[in-house]
């Protein structure tokens, strides 16, 4: 399924209508494919878990000064709650809600005596309240366009800076070589590469990100490079 749209790429710059060479090859977009195709849904959800149970170990041990002062938390597009759990046990305080499409929280019941619940939904039309969202590997799948409307929908649900709120990103923040956090342009030029391929998306650098964060009407933001090729960014308004 993730091999073949790379064999239209050839078809996709030759000016085709679809949008990505994903949809040529398979007829729609990665998301309507995962709803319509359980199989394909669960072997998405598990290389999802695979993926953030590493990253959610790491976060976990370098990240937990940045949940200071919360009292909820919504990982929108959180997939099956890989992160909201790895996080949950360090955060006894803290309220998860777990948001992502349908077919994929649906069969979920609440953990940890309900304070990690999953709640299903469209991330373009509503975001749950709380006092931070997280976004983890989510932004990269999507246009500048979208990120601006998603991240619209996570401001509304969350109070100002000096209220205590904040968008919590992890995702790449591509460098060049003369940056002193520069890391393997090999990895970053391929996850570009392969997010044209399957999505609308792509990997971006910090001038990128920057601009999609003021178009989205926020203020401020902060990078910490803590886990490897990926970083931690966040957002206040
Ligand atoms: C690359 S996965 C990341 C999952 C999770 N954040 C993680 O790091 O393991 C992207 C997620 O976005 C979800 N998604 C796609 N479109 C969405 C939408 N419109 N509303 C909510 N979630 C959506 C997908 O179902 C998928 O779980």
């Known amino acids: 399924m993730l ?7 050839g078809e996709w710059f030759r000016q085709s209508n679809a949008s990505t060479a994903f949809e040529i090859a398979h007829g729609d977009h990665i998301w ?8 394909f849904n669960d072997s998405f959800n598990e290389a999802m ?6 990253v959610g170990k790491v976060f976990a041990s370098a990240c937990m000064d940045r949940f200071s002062g919360l009292r909820s938390v919504v990982d929108v597009a959180g997939g099956t709650g890989t992160l909201a759990r790895a996080i949950a046990k360090a ?3 803290v309220q998860f809600t777990v948001f992502d499409l349908p077919h994929v929280v649906e069969g979920l019941t609440s953990e940890e005596n309900g304070r990690i619940v999953f709640v299903s939904g469209d991330m373009f039309e509503y975001v749950p309240p709380a006092d931070a969202i997280l976004l983890t590997w989510t932004l990269h799948d999507w246009s500048d366009e979208d990120c601006v409307k998603i991240l619209k929908r996570c401001k509304d649900a969350v109070p100002p800076k000096e209220k205590g709120g904040k968008v919590i990103i992890i995702d790449m923040v591509m460098t060049s070589r003369e940056s002193e956090h520069f890391k393997s342009e090999e990895t970053q ?3 570009d590469m392969l997010l044209m391929v ?5 990997e971006r650098n910090e001038k990128e990100w920057s601009k999609i964060f003021t178009d989205a009407g926020y203020k401020e933001y902060k990078i910490v490079n803590a886990l490897g090729l990926r970083s931690v960014i966040e957002v206040y308004y």
């Open 3 to 9: 091999t073949l749209p790379w064999h239209s790429l």
């Open 32 to 39: 309507g494919v995962a709803k319509r195709n359980a199989s």
């Open 49 to 54: 878990v695979s993926d953030t149970s590493l």
């Open 91 to 93: 955060l006894p305080q």
């Open 189 to 191: 030029l391929f996850f």
């Open 198 to 202: 399957l999505t609308s998306g792509k």
